[in-house]
């Protein structure tokens, strides 16, 4: 096989090219040089006046004299133009050494790098090369294309470059973005530039980028955990940081906030006491949707995990209806959090089977939760929204089976500096929390486990037990 040519297009940009000679051959390489922005140095006895006047233009530098090695010291790439062919033998021989790259004008042999016919249209370039052998044919194959391709071509490719990065912004998927340039190409702005209508072709293009791909933002549903920012995961942390708005809940911690993009929108949706639930959940999802059709990235940053008792469903329902892109990052939800920082665990072989995360909080009296199956044993519940219901939750249990005796622990501000654990018996239960003024966030998990809380704690002070009042009354 023979071994053929590889082309390459070079960055000459601040290197320093030498051409020796200071003919009318050398002056035609320094001027298809001129545009790449090398260094040009060149060397000869004595230069014609064109190359006298781009020196003393300082478009190019000039060495008098006769090649001498050192006139190779900067070199990246030399040209090897003299009339006489020992010398650029010795210059092609010197540059080898040096493992410059050396181009002998007329003497393929001695070249290791060739200089191609060209067909230029702005950026655009075709190049040509026969190998060295044939140049006229090389020559006579430019002329050919010249004729062929419109000058707006350069116009076209000046465009595209112009537009390149917002276009990879807008399509990231290669295929479509293929898809998007053959229909440009086949498409009307070809000839808007061939009219030279530079501004109408801008315009279309544009035009076509935002039909490929509107603007959209999208929101993303982010379990914040249960307030310790140590327990975020890492697409949160991220989404954090990328987003335009931040729409949270009272629930996520300052500290989980403070990580948010310094120049994000926050805006606190947090549902009051007393308040109209329902309106606020309808203000939320307009929000949502009015964010992100404008076009920002929007986080919905929940407490804990948005599945669980978060309504990140009916959230997501409201996005879906005005076709608004989402994606749902789990976070810890409360119960496995306050469990781990408790030292709870929710499942033991010896106690626990399941576990089971149920609401507290209902709309009515007739809860619809099914008592007698909460109240089995061998099981641990975990109640989220407790703490003004736990008369209820006690006496329910109780009379559905549940031993009174079954432990209980409270959780307070679970993973934060404040966490408090507060540990006693079901039959106590409101009894403990009144004393010990238990107050919202906290969650309540009845079970055997509860009771390890005393032994497994490792986090915060240590859990608090009935008070000594509390413990004669009973
Ligand atoms: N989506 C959340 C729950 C929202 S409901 C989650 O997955 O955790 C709110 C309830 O969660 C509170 O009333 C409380 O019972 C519980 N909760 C949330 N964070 C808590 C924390 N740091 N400590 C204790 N309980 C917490």
Sequence with gaps: MTSRLF??????RNRTVLVVGGGGVARRK?????????RIVVGAPALDPELAALADQERIEAITGSFADSWLD????????????GA?????????????????VDDAELSNIHLPARVERGPLQIAISSGGGAPMLARHLREQLETQFDESLGALAELLQRSRALIRERLPDLPARRRFFDRILKGPIPALLRRGDAISAERALQANIDAAAPVRGRVALVGAGPGDPGLLTLRALRLLNEADVILHDRLVSDEVLALARRDAELIEVGKHVGGDHHATQSAIHR????????????????????????????ELEALQLHGVDFEVVPGITAAVACGAYAGIPLTHRD????????TAHTKDADDGIDWRALAQDR?????????????????????HGRNANTPVALVENGTRAGQRVVVGSLAELPELARAHRVAAPAILFVGEVAALA??????????????????RAA
């Design 351 to 358: 106690h626990a089977q399941s576990v089971r995360f149920v």
């Design 74 to 85: 900067d070199a990246w790439l030399v040209i090897a133009a003299t009339d006489d062919a």
């Design 287 to 314: 929000l949502l949707v009015e964010h992100a059709t404008s076009g920002k990235r929007v986080v919905r940053l929940k407490g804990g995990d948005p599945f669980v008792f978060g309504r990140g469903g009916e």
């Design 379 to 399: 099981q641990t519940l975990a109640f989220y929204m407790g703490v003004s219901g736990l008369e209820r939750i006690r006496d329910r249990l109780v009379a």
């Design 30 to 38: 320094v001027t298809a040089l001129l545009d790449t922005g090398a």
């Design 454 to 471: 005393t032994r497994l704690h490792w986090f915060g002070t240590s859990p608090l037990q009935a008070l000594p009042a509390l413990a």
């Design 88 to 104: 650029n033998r010795a210059i092609a021989a010197a540059a080898e050494a040096r493992r410059i790259w050396a181009n002998v």
């Design 7 to 12: 082309p390459l297009f070079a960055d000459l």
